[in-house]
């Protein structure tokens, strides 16, 4: 009661409040602070204090360097749930002229390919001009689009400090004409445009915070999902020399900053024309900034290939070298910098050898090397398709309807002692909810306006389900309640008062009908007689020209043959299985198949998809598909029905792809000898 807030004047001084700040400060809120790197000011910290929160949660896209960081969702993530377009595709000009025409070219070229979208966009271009006391302000951007790129006026807006001109506007809107957007710093917080799709950046200064800001708005997702054109999957970054002398390393540095792991940057940034990241026979020394740095550390030999230039704000280290630098030869680098800077330096190390990998190895995703995967496909209506799930389960429903609409004691139990309800419900383990205070009172024969039929549309609305029809799904509801009420004799009063519990009840059996309706579907569909399949190339999942970006990345071992410079994660019996496949004379190339990737391999299965663990491509034209289970697994229902696909896709290939459930260890012996006895036999 200390804390709260009294009346300091008149006959009621001393008195406390009668406010909102008060009550907030008894019930001790938790707080959510969006922007909150804007959240540090005296006057936040007071009013904070006067809330008196139990808990602060906030979230910001860059954190302060001292955040007590709970939770961080990498930037890899949004891009698999299509929130965010990657990867940037980055030029550097010689000069901002051309870097500004360039960019936009771009956004007219965009604007070509979204006409051809299911969804209205207007790509826009955002331009980061300089302040009004240097040579490139937004005034003379705004009369370089008019006179050298013919841009009528209306399609400019410029946000700045001084000029508002967005303020009130519906960007979205498909009335509204803005192409062009020039600012000078961040746009502010809260302004969100996913049209957003070009960043040019002509200033010489330009703050951390800004650049991070802006790239934010062309990385946004519009209508957050991946667009049927593959060029607006993407966002595009225009700099020139003059303003950014090393744009690839400050783009990256940015991206870092903003939560990409480090070893995503590069996957994350492709350059186009006339910037180029690798290639040259001439290798450019790794240059490194730092206080002070102690050569004493390394032999004569290193020290020939270690420069270190005298600065006035400390030494510009050069380490020229054409070979690729050692863990222990890094470790030596890292450990001849101040403790205080050596967090800085292992971060810009690791990527600057993570680059050179990337950039200068051959990968075969890097050389557009083709490579399909035939999808199994049915034959159906007259057509050939690859997009038969629909076909295993009724739309109507009838199997719903088809199925026993009961609940028995070991899916659903209510039992009465004294004055305790002890509540079981299905599942991997049984789970006893004792609910003493709810049922002290016998409620049996209590009055209430409920019904079975109201009970049963309340618990169908909880548990809505796109592939049952409302009033399917209401009509077998009802049908469970009249069971548990009269042939379990469960008091109606009862069921109402566990609602909650009893519909996650019914949930879970819906779902257990509906797997076995399902699995019942897909024997008929593809297993009958009557099917006609293949594995048609003409249907195929095309990984050549893709995003390969997986959400954690394997980083123990550098493999030789995969498709991509990142490698999805591995846990250790896969990454042994990985290994065989790599070491395989016959294999071309591979890769590390992501579950639920929308580029990824994948075949039908009941009630969802089966993702397998790895796909190559032999250098006799066929693909092998590798699906790794542990002994433990290897007899599983799962497991069976997986090899049960994977065998109908490899027999409707006729020869041109093969299937292994590799496990282990079997009859045949370890995993890399059961593949190469697939291949070889």
């Not at 922007?35 to 949660?57: G, K, Q």
């Not at 910001?60 to 960081?69: D, E, G, H, K, R």
């Amino acid at each position: 009661m200390e804390n709260l807030e009294r009346i300091e004047e008149g006959s009621d001084k001393g008195k406390i409040k009668y406010s909102f700040a008060n009550l907030l400060n008894v019930y001790r809120p938790i707080v959510i602070a969006d922007e909150a790197h804007n959240n540090s000011t005296p006057l936040a910290y007071e009013t904070l204090s006067r809330v008196n929160p139990s808990c602060i949660i906030e979230y910001t896209a860059t954190p302060a360097s001292n955040s007590n960081v709970l939770h961080r969702v990498c930037a890899m993530e949004l891009k698999v749930e299509e929130m965010i377009k990657l990867p940037i595709i980055l030029t550097v000009h010689q000069t901002w002229q051309e870097s500004l025409s360039a960019s936009v070219l771009a956004r007219k070229s965009l604007d070509e390919y979204a006409k051809n979208d299911s969804q209205y966009i207007r790509p826009i271009l955002l331009i980061q001009a300089e302040s009004k006391d240097r040579e490139v302000t937004v005034d003379v951007i705004k009369k370089y689009l008019m006179e050298q790129e013919n841009i009528e006026e209306y399609k400019i807006a410029i946000a700045t400090g001084d000029q508002k001109e967005l303020d009130g506007i519906d960007i979205f809107n498909p009335n509204c004409k803005i192409e062009y957007i020039i600012t000078v710093e961040a746009l502010k917080e809260g302004w969100d445009c996913s049209f957003a799709y070009v960043f040019c950046s002509v200033a010489q200064r330009h703050s951390a915070k800004d650049i991070e800001q802006l790239l934010g708005r062309v990385l946004r997702m519009p209508y957050a999902r991946t667009r049927g054109q593959e060029e607006l999957n993407k966002a595009y970054a225009f700099v020139s020399n003059d303003s950014w002398q090393n744009g690839v390393a400050q783009l990256k540095d940015r991206l870092v900053e903003m939560g990409f792991e480090e070893d995503e940057v590069p996957d994350s940034i492709q350059t186009s024309l006339p910037v180029t990241l690798g290639g040259s026979n001439e290798k450019k020394p790794i240059k490194l900034n730092v206080s002070k740095f102690d050569l004493s550390k390394f032999t004569e030999e290193e020290k020939k290939k270690i420069e270190v230039i005298s600065t006035p704000i400390g030494d510009e280290v050069l380490i020229n070298t054409d070979e690729i630098i050692t863990p222990e030869m890094e470790e030596k680098i890292i450990q001849a910098t101040p403790a205080a800077e050596r967090k800085a330096v292992s971060i810009n190390l690791r990527v600057e050898l993570r680059n050179r990998i990337v950039y200068e190895r051959k990968y075969p995703s890097l050389e557009n090397k083709t490579f399909k995967v035939p999808q199994l496909t049915l034959f159906i209506e007259d057509d050939w398709t690859p997009d038969y799930d629909e076909y295993f389960l009724d739309t109507a429903g009838q199997w719903l309807l088809d199925s026993p609409a009961a609940l028995t004691e070991g899916e659903f139990r209510l039992k009465k002692e004294g004055a305790v309800y002890s509540i079981d419900l299905k599942g991997n383990s049984i789970v006893d909810r004792y609910l003493q205070e709810t049922f002290a009172l016998d409620l049996a024969d209590t009055h209430t306006d409920w019904t079975i039929p109201k009970l049963a549309v309340w618990i169908t609305r909880q548990i809505p389900d796109d592939t049952i029809s409302q009033q399917v799904q209401v009509q077998f509801v009802r049908k469970v309640l009249e069971y548990l009420n009269k042939d379990r004799e469960l008091s109606f009063n009862d069921l109402l008062r566990t609602k909650f519990i009893l519909k996650d009840a019914i949930k879970e059996k819906i779902n257990d009908l509906k797997m076995s309706a399902e699995n019942s579907g897909l024997q008929r569909t593809l297993f009958s007689d009557k099917a006609q399949l293949k594995t048609d190339f003409n249907y195929s999942i095309d990984f050549s020209g893709k995003t390969y970006i997986p959400v954690n990345a394997y980083r123990s071992t550098e493999f030789n043959k995969h498709y991509f410079p990142q490698v999805a994660e591995l846990n250790k019996e896969e990454a042994e299985c990985a290994r065989a496949i790599d070491m395989l004379d016959e294999v071309e190339y591979w890769v590390r198949n992501i579950e639920k990737h929308q580029y990824s391999f994948c075949l039908p299965m009941a009630n969802g998809r089966f993702y397998p663990d790895f796909v190559a491509k032999l250098k006799d034209g066929r693909i092998l598909v590798v699906e790794y289970k542990g002994d433990h697994l290897a007899t599983n229902e799962d497991t069976k029905n997986k090899d049960l696909i994977g065998s109908l896709w490899e027999k409707s290939s006729n020869g041109k792809c093969l299937f292994l459930m590799g496990v282990k260890k079997n009859e045949i012996g370890t995993v890399a000898e059961q593949i190469k006895n697939k291949i070889r036999n």
